[in-house]
């Protein structure tokens, strides 16, 4: 039998070479959400606002996410239940149309807010690595504490709907941007409009995203050997030699998934014994 030197099945052990202790990370608790969520307000900037307050209709292009803040806090009386916050910043692009003209593009900030319980178990250590400068940027890994860390997986998000909503002289809708990331300011040309506005946007997204608390921990692992790749790097260009278009467009595979949508459900197209139908 072939030595196991990358990953795949395993069908016998006879190669196993040592057993060997790695460090990794523990996926403690997870779960998943799909988010649909309505009647979020966009801060436009400065000149899209001029847009909107003009607009007779908005239609809904795109949206991209930006940045996602995560906080953990532990949860009274619950012991090894951890509270994760969690703050969605979006990058909206709407097309605005006013009068008879062709739609104008806008574009603002969305935040979106939401909390999540999950079990990260408990732990009393606390870590120093010896990769930690004191002074520098990385100050925060000088002590690191029982606390576990949250992950979160999201897709690019869904943008459903936009409409313009009439403004009401209400202060406790007004959004303070002090509190926004350094890299978010820096997505946007102009500066936000959070107040003193006549007329707002307001969308609706859906958002798939997996959420997980994780623990570092030691697991003892079968050793085959040692990962040593098998495919022989190739060249990118064709050094002094002359290069043959129809030689390189040879060895792409055909992209078959371009042509077809996603699979929904109904199986793989062309798949034997499936008619494309569910």
């Known amino acids: 039998m072939a030595e196991m030197n990358q990953c795949g099945p395993v069908f016998d052990n006879s190669c196993i070479r040592e057993a060997v202790c790695v460090h990794t990370k523990k996926i403690m608790d997870s779960c998943r959400d799909k988010d649909c969520i309505e009647d979020l307000r966009v801060y436009l900037t400065r000149d899209s606002q001029v847009c909107l307050e003009q607009a007779t209709s908005v239609r809904p292009r795109s949206a991209e996410l930006l940045y996602t803040l995560v906080d953990v806090e532990t949860v009274p009386f619950h012991n090894g239940f951890y509270a994760i916050d969690i703050t969605y910043y979006y990058k909206i692009i709407i097309d605005a149309t006013i009068g008879a ?88 040309d102009d500066e936000l409009v959070t107040a003193g506005d006549s007329r707002r946007l307001y969308i609706s997204l859906g958002q798939f995203s997996i959420i997980r608390l994780e623990r570092d921990t030691q697991l003892l692992m079968p050793c085959y050997d040692y990962c040593i790749p098998t495919k022989e790097c190739c060249d990118a260009g064709c050094g002094d030699q002359e290069c043959d278009p129809c030689d390189i467009f040879s060895k792409i595979n055909f992209p078959v998934s371009e042509f077809f949508p996603k699979n929904g459900g109904c199986g793989t197209p062309g798949a034997p014994g499936q008619k494309g139908k569910c």
Do not use: H, W
């Open 101 to 188: 003209n062709r739609p104008s593009t806008i574009y603002g900030l969305a935040k979106f807010n939401k909390r999540v319980m999950l079990y990260g178990g408990e732990g009393s250590a606390k870590i120093f690595s010896s990769k930690t400068v004191i002074g520098a940027l990385d100050e925060q890994n000088l002590t690191q504490s029982s606390m576990p860390q949250a992950v979160v997986e999201a897709v690019e998000p869904i943008l459903l709907s936009a409409k313009m909503k009439e403004s009401v002289d209400c202060r406790r809708c007004d959004y303070d941007c002090s509190d926004m990331p350094g890299c978010i300011c820096n997505c946007f």
